[in-house]
């Protein structure tokens, strides 16, 4: 997939056709890094992942659609047999003269925080019809942390029902596609509605750079069933989540407090059905960081990586420092158990829900032309290069 040679080549070619000019400033939302990680396993396959999604007037239900299955996208890549590491990052545009240009919310293992963000995004502007896609495509392939090992499959959605503004001073598609492919990142399109202007752009932006070309209704074509177990699963994952205990250093805490916030956030103002989509996402393997995040006393005691008893009390949770030695190993023994007992309640419901879903999805007749289906299909082809493996198809 990092083919330098070809990067360099088309880039030279592109530089020919295109004329650099300086960016637009972006309004820039930042997800905190990962302070320390108890949870990865070394080695694995990683992805990451940015949506770059069209926020005008006219993409109302695309946005609610992104709401409602961002979290059945990273349970379906979470899907592979070697357990990827998954950061998912966005990118929203609308056009020059609109409340903003571009909001960024850079890559993270934080989806919660990164979902808490995509909350707030609404459809509004425009008006015309070119929008400042290459503003945005040149945010998301240079302005996001993208990760520098060899094994990770590197992925753009661009998203949007409108072609790129190509009479404003900025770098053009050509030029920031060979950019994309210097660093080993492939950029599928998926456009919603039909303008047929669109198509061209959409077409070549995908092909340069390796990608997939998707046309879908303008709501963005999604899968949207809801099942009799979405409530459950999402009342239990919020139990799940008040098992969680963090500890460190003033810094480290007030991390864990911004991810507390986004995920109480969600629990607020998400449906049933997304909240139920999350819970099965945090059920998986690829989802444990997501759950626990970093510092998280519970897993680390659990796990062995912490003794309790060495810890100096101005590092311990707040809610264990009235308590003995003795009451603190029971407490966090007893939340361990509570724990325990809510991911297999949790996992026994997914199962229940994927049964459920798997026969409408046959009733429905199979679905193969859903946004879902097209998504799998183009990461089960290009996640190959990065030594992910892909059988059971998309998740609902």
Request: glycine share 8%; aromatic share 8%; hydrophobic share 40%.
């Amino acid at each position: 997939m990092k083919t330098k040679l070809l990067g360099i080549a088309l880039f030279t070619l592109t530089l020919a056709a295109v004329v650099y000019y300086p960016q637009l400033m972006a309004n820039n939302i930042k997800v905190d890094p990962p302070i320390n990680n108890h949870i990865t396993v070394e080695g694995n396959p990683k992805i990451d992942v940015v949506f770059v999604l069209d926020t005008t007037g006219s993409m109302g239900g695309l946005i609610q659609t992104a709401k409602e299955k961002i979290w059945s996208i990273a349970t379906t890549m979470a899907s592979a047999h070697q357990i990827p590491e998954i950061r998912i990052g966005l990118v929203a545009y609308r056009d020059r003269g609109d409340a903003y240009v571009t909001k960024i919310v850079d890559l993270s293992s934080d989806l919660d925080s990164v979902y808490a963000a995509l909350m707030d995004f609404e459809a509004n502007g425009g008006g015309d019809t070119p929008e400042s896609v290459n503003k945005a495509l040149y945010d998301a392939v240079h302005n996001m942390s993208w990760s520098q090992e060899d094994q990770t499959y590197q992925v753009i959605f661009l998203v949007g029902d409108a072609p790129p503004h190509m009479d404003y001073n900025e770098v053009r598609f050509p030029e920031i596609v060979a950019s994309a492919i210097e660093k080993g990142i492939v950029i599928n399109t998926i456009q919603c509605g039909e303008i047929p202007m669109t198509v061209g752009p959409w077409t070549q932006i995908a092909s340069l750079s390796h990608g997939k070309f998707f046309q879908v209704e303008q709501a963005g074509g999604a899968v949207a069933f809801t099942t009799p177990y979405d409530e459950e699963i999402a009342t239990l994952s919020a139990k799940l989540d008040d098992t969680r205990l963090y500890y460190g250093t003033a810094e480290e805490k007030e991390a864990m407090r911004g991810k507390v916030a986004a995920t109480d956030k969600l629990h607020e103002g998400a449906s049933f059905a997304s909240r139920a989509r999350r819970g099965v996402f945090n059920a998986s393997a690829s989802g444990r960081e997501n759950l626990l995040g970093h510092n998280e006393l519970v897993a680390a005691v659990a796990s062995g990586t912490v003794d309790l008893n060495e810890l100096d009390e101005d590092v311990l949770p707040a809610a264990l420092k009235p308590m003995a030695p003795a009451e603190q190993e029971a407490f966090v023994a007893e939340l361990a158990d509570k724990r325990a007992d809510l991911q297999r309640q949790i996992q026994v419901l997914a199962d229940d829900r994927s049964s459920y879903l798997k026969k409408k999805v046959e009733k429905a007749g199979g679905l193969k032309d859903s946004l879902d289906q097209k998504i799998y299909d183009a990461v089960k082809e290009q996640a190959v290069a990065a030594g992910l493996e892909y059988e059971d198809g998309p998740t609902y």
